[in-house]
């Protein structure tokens, strides 16, 4: 980890601050368009976390849904969710830290390219990561390089899946039938990697999320796709020069230069239906025959790291994810997933005039949540980290029960006042 500070870390005004009284944020990450995110270290434990700040808007929610998504998922090779809260006008999300991002590693080798064997490595593992969380009822809709990465430190040699802010639903969780297929949406997600039919405007499945991950790993072994380059003048005309290309291009054209097992991969991914179910282990193992035929084993190899684990140990792992991809496992809702879900249901209530002076979660003391107000001096009990000091001038604390549900379902109703149908709400 580099000690080096940047231009904009000199001048960023959280840097240094702590947040919660708990988390000192020691190094900037990153700047996307919803915020920031740090790296903090926990001032009871000294363990790093990454900690994400996104200046409360109207009619914006990715930081609340992804620590929904986030707290929901609970699963392996997905970033643990620490703590979630509100500081004046901030949304603040803590969640475990990871290591350099693909595109950042991508970035620092030689040849920008990544070789076969590191490739497949890559894919098998996220076809296990997006096999589980397809069978959670959720996609992801944002594929790109940026959004995985390597574990940090003793789990470098994982990859996890991250930034579940644009992810959605596609499913009923009690019925498991698809909401609607409709046309006319606008892009969610990146242009560069988003399947054809999310360039259409047609509702995204799980086929969108794997012909995505089919586009990554070209992007990774060639270092550039066909549809990259154009000169477009805004981006609708960039959006549409993509998709055409895309649309142009056969899998035979774009994986000439590769094994024929990523050309299947395309086509395979490219033909399924709305409502199909993936052969996640077909797709796994049109990776793995690619490893066999070059007398290579699927063991955690890296172009940037090269040491590979042993079979006992790749079982185990396997073995270990294979048990959160039975589509019959209950899962069990969690006390912050159904807090920040009421949180963000009132903020679409009230929108400007909702206000909360401070509220915290911390997952690692649920058993000890409480609301509470300030003390006569102002202070906060210290002894209490999760503190919740509601205030609205306009209004009192809605009363979801009185809301029916509407076509639009705005706002949105907590769990225990939800019809069975739930095609518009995250609720799970």
Same mark, same amino acid.
């Not at 209530?349 to 909360?356: A, I, K, Y």
């Given at each position: 980890m580099s000690g080096h500070t940047t231009d904009s870390e000199s001048t960023d005004v959280f840097l240094g601050q702590t947040i919660f009284n708990k988390y000192k944020l020691i190094r900037k990450l990153g700047q996307g368009s919803f915020g920031s995110i740090y790296q903090a270290q926990s001032k009871c434990s000294n363990k790093y976390y990454a900690v994400k700040l996104e200046e409360m808007r109207q009619n914006q929610f990715v930081l609340e849904e992804e620590s929904i998504f986030l707290s929901y998922l609970n699963c392996p090779r997905i970033p643990k969710l620490k703590t979630f809260g509100y500081s004046g006008s901030l949304i603040i999300l803590v969640m475990e830290l990871l290591g350099d991002s693909l595109d950042k590693i991508f970035d620092k080798l030689p040849s920008r390219?990544?070789?076969?064997?590191?490739?497949?490595?890559?894919? !098998?593992? &996220? $076809?296990?990561?997006?096999?589980?969380?397809?069978?959670?009822?959720?996609?992801?809709? #944002?594929?790109?390089?940026?959004?995985?990465?390597?574990?940090?430190?003793?789990k470098s040699k994982f990859i996890y899946l991250l930034d579940f802010g644009l992810s959605k639903k596609y499913r009923s969780s009690k019925t498991k039938k698809h909401f609607p297929f409709v046309q006319g949406n606008k892009l969610i997600g990146n242009a560069r990697y988003s399947s054809i039919n999310a360039l259409d405007g047609g509702t995204q499945s799980r086929r969108d999320?794997?012909?995505?991950?089919?586009?990554?790993?070209? !992007?990774? &072994? $060639?270092?550039?796709?066909?549809?990259?380059?154009?000169?477009?003048?805004?981006?609708? #005309?960039?959006?549409?020069?993509?998709?055409?290309?895309?649309?142009?291009?056969?899998?035979?054209?774009?994986?000439e230069t590769l094994p024929n097992e990523f050309e299947q991969y395309i086509k395979y991914t490219r033909n399924l239906k709305y409502e199909e179910d993936p052969d996640y282990n077909y797709l796994k193992n049109l990776f793995v025959s690619v490893l066999k035929k070059n007398n290579w084993?699927?063991?955690?190899?890296?172009?940037?790291?090269?040491?590979?684990?042993?079979?006992?140990?790749?079982?185990?792992?396997?073995?270990?994810?294979?048990?959160?991809?039975?589509?019959?496992?209950?899962?069990?809702?969690p006390k912050l997933?159904?807090?920040?879900?009421?949180?963000?249901?009132?903020?679409?209530?009230?929108?400007?005039?909702?206000?909360?002076?401070r509220f915290v979660f911390d997952i690692e003391e649920e058993s000890n949540f409480n609301i509470m107000q300030r003390n006569q001096n102002g202070k906060e009990n210290e002894n209490d980290i999760e503190i919740y000091n509601y205030s609205n001038s306009m209004a009192p604390r809605p009363n979801f029960k009185?809301?029916?549900?509407?076509?639009?379902?705005?706002?949105?109703?907590?769990?225990?006042?939800r019809e069975e149908d739930d095609s518009c709400c995250i609720i799970f």
């Amino acid at each position: 980890m580099s000690g080096h500070t940047t231009d904009s870390e000199s001048t960023d005004v959280f840097l240094g601050q702590t947040i919660f009284n708990k988390y000192k944020l020691i190094r900037k990450l990153g700047q996307g368009s919803f915020g920031s995110i740090y790296q903090a270290q926990s001032k009871c434990s000294n363990k790093y976390y990454a900690v994400k700040l996104e200046e409360m808007r109207q009619n914006q929610f990715v930081l609340e849904e992804e620590s929904i998504f986030l707290s929901y998922l609970n699963c392996p090779r997905i970033p643990k969710l620490k703590t979630f809260g509100y500081s004046g006008s901030l949304i603040i999300l803590v969640m475990e830290l990871l290591g350099d991002s693909l595109d950042k590693i991508f970035d620092k080798l030689p040849s920008r390219k990544m070789s076969i064997r590191c490739v497949c490595n890559i894919a !098998y593992q &996220l $076809l296990m990561i997006f096999e589980i969380i397809h069978n959670c009822n959720i996609i992801h809709r #944002d594929i790109k390089p940026a959004n995985v990465a390597i574990g940090f430190e003793g789990k470098s040699k994982f990859i996890y899946l991250l930034d579940f802010g644009l992810s959605k639903k596609y499913r009923s969780s009690k019925t498991k039938k698809h909401f609607p297929f409709v046309q006319g949406n606008k892009l969610i997600g990146n242009a560069r990697y988003s399947s054809i039919n999310a360039l259409d405007g047609g509702t995204q499945s799980r086929r969108d999320d794997l012909e995505s991950l089919g586009y990554l790993l070209l !992007y990774l &072994l $060639l270092g550039r796709l066909p549809w990259q380059g154009h000169i477009s003048h805004s981006k609708e #005309d960039k959006y549409y020069k993509i998709r055409e290309t895309k649309k142009k291009v056969t899998p035979a054209e774009l994986c000439e230069t590769l094994p024929n097992e990523f050309e299947q991969y395309i086509k395979y991914t490219r033909n399924l239906k709305y409502e199909e179910d993936p052969d996640y282990n077909y797709l796994k193992n049109l990776f793995v025959s690619v490893l066999k035929k070059n007398n290579w084993e699927f063991n955690y190899y890296y172009d940037w790291d090269q040491t590979t684990l042993s079979n006992e140990e790749v079982i185990s792992i396997n073995n270990s994810l294979s048990s959160y991809t039975n589509t019959n496992i209950e899962r069990k809702i969690p006390k912050l997933y159904t807090k920040i879900n009421e949180l963000k249901n009132e903020r679409k209530l009230f929108g400007e005039n909702f206000e909360v002076e401070r509220f915290v979660f911390d997952i690692e003391e649920e058993s000890n949540f409480n609301i509470m107000q300030r003390n006569q001096n102002g202070k906060e009990n210290e002894n209490d980290i999760e503190i919740y000091n509601y205030s609205n001038s306009m209004a009192p604390r809605p009363n979801f029960k009185k809301y029916k549900k509407s076509s639009g379902c705005l706002p949105c109703q907590p769990k225990a006042y939800r019809e069975e149908d739930d095609s518009c709400c995250i609720i799970f």
